[in-house]
């Protein structure tokens, strides 16, 4: 009898963890892959068009998830041609501002995409280092530690002090201000998008962050 119940845990215990391992990778799926060709909307395909003559790719990313409502796509891929092109800060301060964001949010597929970036631009690697183990960053630029404290405590509070919107109205202005306000809700919208939707990194890539504890 007692054998008998020894073989049924273990069956039972075997089937536990094979259920376990099906529900890891089940949540670790790609909820919204690409849409194959021939399942496009006709909305789809014209955002898809639009997107590739500009990119020399079918969407992508967060953009392949909001492809699912093609005019959100194409109002969010013009919004992105904003930043990397008219961005009212210099691009340093741009990607340090997009770091913060993808920092925020653990979000795999924004950071791979934008720390190279970033160090091109002039962002220093122990810069970028400190941001994604979630340590205050040392030996910041003046305008780099306005820009850092601005987005960290817009993030944090939801708000921002009266001293630190002096600080960054002095150091960027009013334009600056929007400018920065608004790379963090717009990465932060691209990092909701796909963190429920499980985007996975491009093939061949490694998850950069470590998962914040909870």
Known sequence: MFRHFHSTSRVLGVAFILTLGSCVSLRAQD????IP??????????????FRAARNADPN??????????????LGFKWREHV????????????????????????????????????????????VA????????????????????????????????????????????????VEAASIEGYYTLLAMVMNAARTPLPAGAKAPLAAFPR
Request: aromatic share 8%; with cysteine.
């Open 130 to 177: 400190a941001v994604a183990e979630g340590r205050l960053p040392a030996h910041m630029a003046d305008d780099e530690e306005v820009l850092y404290d601005f987005c960290s405590e817009l993030h944090r509070n939801q708000s921002v002090s009266d001293a630190t919107y002096a600080r960054a109205l002095a150091k960027f202005g009013e334009s600056g201000i």
């Open 31 to 34: 909820r919204m892959p690409p």
């Open 37 to 50: 060709a021939d399942k496009l909307t006709e909305a789809q395909r014209t955002a898809t068009a639009e």
């Open 84 to 127: 990397q092109f008219r961005s009212v800060l210099d691009q340093r301060l741009t990607e340090f501002a997009i770091l913060i964001a993808a920092r925020q949010w653990t979000q795999q597929y924004e950071w791979n995409a934008h720390y190279p970036a970033a160090l091109k631009a002039g962002l220093k690697p122990e810069i």
């Open 61 to 74: 990313g967060p953009f392949g998830v909001l492809l699912r409502v093609p005019d959100l796509m194409t």
